[in-house]
């Protein structure tokens, strides 16, 4: 071996062990890479997020210096609490198989076991520590207060891997972040600025792309920030988004309220109320919510100024709205009153989870859509639309995006060119192809973004000359209840068939069974929560007394059986 390798290889250990003294992990802390990454009390997040560096970094050197992203945010979860979740360089979550090293590396419990593990890991996947190369990470934060000291416990988590560089992208959205990781990869343009002008540009051309006749719809929108990073980036681009009229509330400037407090996209989907800071003089008004690191948007409207409940736009029907527009478009293309000379071979496919409304998922197939389900979690969605030339994933929540293919945009923009010297017998399928184009380039393709989804959502109702009425009108949801039920290990539920099933405890999907078919369009399932020590029981029926009924007994048989 080379004596300078040896030197090298010598610096990486003693990097190692000088980190993990510097964070030890408290005793009895037991940190497990979830659905959203690490998530705990913020201040107890250190020793979790400087690991996660390391771990960042080393994913960074097996992917031969690809740049790989650090977001550091506990998204819709209280103000004290923080997280920590890694992009891997397509912009979308770190790849699964390397969760159970994530685990084991935050979870060593002293420095030399810490050691002993990056390097037995490192000889396992043939990662070449401490010899020439290089890693790149990217790291953002949103705006919690203990944002700051976790950046730098990521920062010295990083720099202690020989050969790699931290770049602190600043306070960003979680989308955001996952965007110039892909963009940068891309070899493409990747600051804020560009994504900025990115959003902006892709809005003005679906502007511009609306037919005449329907200019002049509702353009006012109220959105509900959070009081999160989403609001003040918001803020920050309304100014330039001509045929819009945005104002912003709870939008995270000092005195409107607290991060996430009785605000934002999980409140108002969960308690189906208007969010702090909305009152009677917004009634009727199409208003919009994002999460505290804006990567879920749901839409709502106050009906009527006696209470403060609303009619809700979840992520299911801003999917039925996506899905609607792209369906139409691809339409036009293909069609064109049955001139069309040129055509396109994409496939588009819808991906949903068993919380999508089941009003939704017909609606959907109504259309003559295909739809595939996976697991809760977006990290399986998005791996399922990617299987498509255009695939469009929502989570009920409000997480979802769209991906297009990198051979159907070629398509697009060649048949976009040819179609430009056949004006004007190929206009129409011309403005469908531009449409489909600007639309690739508004949505986040890395990962579900509010700010980009919303972009989309006012876009497509310019362009259908919709109100929000028109929206909600699409399909009418089904009653459902969710309920969670405490029990002693929630491990014990194992579920298949996308979580519509359980196989484990044996005889508990037939007592499941027998309970719904007693209800007329009764579905029901059961499965363990990714984020609380909690069972969680969904049920759907055709009148809110009947879903709240099936819930009830379910969890019922659930608490039995699990205790
Ligand atoms: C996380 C997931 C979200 C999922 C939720 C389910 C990401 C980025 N977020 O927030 O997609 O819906 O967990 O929580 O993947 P649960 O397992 O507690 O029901
Ligand atoms: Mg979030």
Redesign the pocket.
């Known amino acids: 071996m080379a004596a300078n390798q040896e030197e090298q290889e010598q610096e990486q250990r003693r990097r190692l062990l000088a980190v993990a003294s510097r964070f030890p992990l408290p005793s009895g802390c037991r940190f497990s890479y979830g659905?959203?990454g690490f998530r705990a009390d913020g201040a107890t997040m250190a020793p979790a997020v400087c690991r996660a560096g390391i771990l960042a970094a080393l994913r960074s050197v097996k992917l031969a210096g690809a740049a790989v992203g650090i977001v550091i945010t506990a998204?819709h979860n209280p103000f004290g609490d923080n997280g920590v979740k890694i992009a891997d360089p397509d912009g979308g979550?770190m790849a699964q198989h390397w969760e159970p090293f994530a685990d084991a590396l935050t979870n060593a419990p002293d420095p030399d076991a810490l050691l002993q593990l990056v390097l037995q890991f490192c000889r396992d996947e043939g990662i070449p520590l401490g010899s020439q190369h290089t890693a790149q990470v990217l790291l953002g934060r949103d705006t919690r207060p203990t944002g700051a000291y976790l950046l730098d416990a990521a920062l010295q988590g990083i720099n202690a891997i020989v050969g790699a560089c931290a770049i602190d992208m600043g306070i960003l959205t979680t989308p955001q972040l996952h965007w110039m990781v892909r963009s940068k990869n891309k070899g493409v343009k990747a600051s804020e600025s560009d994504y900025f002008m990115q959003l902006i540009g892709s809005f003005r051309r679906m502007l511009e792309l609306v037919p005449k006749d329907k200019i002049g719809g509702e353009e006012k929108l109220i959105v509900d920030g959070a009081n999160g990073i989403g609001g003040v980036k918001l803020e920050q681009i309304k100014a330039e988004l001509s045929g819009l009229d945005i104002n912003v509330r709870n939008s995270g400037k000092e005195g409107e309220g607290i991060l996430n407090h009785m605000c934002g996209a999980d409140f108002v989907q969960k308690e189906r109320v208007t969010p702090h800071g909305f009152s009677s003089e917004d009634v009727g008004v199409r208003c919009a919510s994002l999460d505290g690191d804006a990567?879920r948007l749901v839409y709502f409207r106050l009906p009527s100024a006696s209470d403060n409940r609303v009619d809700l736009v979840d992520g299911d029907k801003i999917l039925s709205l996506f899905a609607l527009f792209i369906r139409e478009q691809l339409d036009i293309v293909n069609n064109n009153g049955g001139q069309a000379n040129k055509s396109l071979s994409a496939r588009l496919g819808i991906v949903q989870t068993a919380y999508a409304n089941g009003a939704s998922t017909q609606f959907l197939k109504s259309l003559g859509l295909e739809v595939a389900f996976t697991p809760?979690?977006?990290?399986y969605l998005h791996k399922r639309a990617l299987d498509y030339d255009i695939g469009i994933y929502f989570?009920a929540?409000g997480?979802g995006t769209v991906v297009f293919s990198e051979d159907l945009i070629s398509q697009l923009e060649s048949l976009s060119n040819e179609l430009a010297s056949q004006a004007p017998t190929g206009s129409a399928q011309r403005h469908a192809v531009m449409r489909l184009l600007a639309t690739s380039q508004l949505i986040n393709q890395a990962v579900g973004d509010a700010l980009s989804g919303l972009l989309l959502v006012e876009a497509i109702l310019q362009y259908k000359g919709w109100s929000f009425q028109n929206w909600c009108e699409l399909y009418s949801d089904l009653p459902s209840r969710q309920l969670k039920v405490k029990v002693k290990d929630r491990s014990v539920i194992v579920t298949t068939d996308a979580e519509t099933k359980v196989s484990q405890p044996s005889g508990l999907q037939e007592l499941i069974d027998k309970e719904t078919a007693n209800y007329t369009h009764g579905r029901c399932f059961v499965r363990p929560?990714?984020?609380?020590d909690v069972v969680?029981v969904y049920a759907e029926a055709s009148t809110q007394v009947e879903a709240d009924s099936l819930a009830k007994s379910v969890a019922h048989h659930v608490e039995r059986i699990l205790g």
């Open positions: 659905t959203a998204s979550m990567d809760t979690g977006v990290k989570e929540n997480h929560s990714g984020t609380e969680r």
